[in-house]
Nanobody, 121 residues
Framework: QVQLVESGGGLVQPGGSLRLSCAAS????????MGWYRQAPGKQRELVAG???????NYADSVKGRFTISRDNAKNTVYLQMNSLKPEDTAVYYC???????????????WGQGTQVTVSS
């Protein structure tokens, strides 16, 4: 069984930084795109940043210049470095990944359990 396990969330003051990690564990054939989403109370889940298997990236306008997504393919891990955090960045952050369990299986989208990020003084 494949799992995505996030870590690194917490409470930080405005202007501070956090680094989120999401590691894929279990048996699988390959991972393609990975990304981070967030969901604030009363709001829909939104894309924060995505990264392809070759390293191409995309970001929500609200985080451009402040957040950086990266991945370590050898560790099957995606990271989100968050700098200059604002109160409006407060949300539960989820990672996702397109995973292929075997050569003959289709790609499936998997989600982590989420990690809380709170930006407050």
């Amino acid at each position: 069984q494949v799992q995505l396990v996030e870590s690194g969330g917490g409470l930080v003051q405005p202007g501070g930084s956090l680094r989120l990690s999401c590691a894929a564990s279990g048996r699988f054939f390959s991972i393609n795109a990975m990304g981070w989403y967030r969901q604030a109370p009363g709001k829909q889940r939104e894309l924060v940043a995505g990264i392809g298997s070759g390293g191409s990236t995309n970001y929500a306008d609200s985080v451009k210049g402040r957040f950086t997504i990266s991945r370590d393919n050898a560790k099957n891990t995606v990271y989100l470095q968050m700098n200059s955090l604002k109160p409006e960045d407060t949300a539960v952050y989820y990672c996702d990944a397109n995973v292929r369990l075997s050569y003959s299986n289709p790609w499936v989208l998997m989600w982590g359990q989420g990690t809380q990020v709170t930006v407050s003084s």
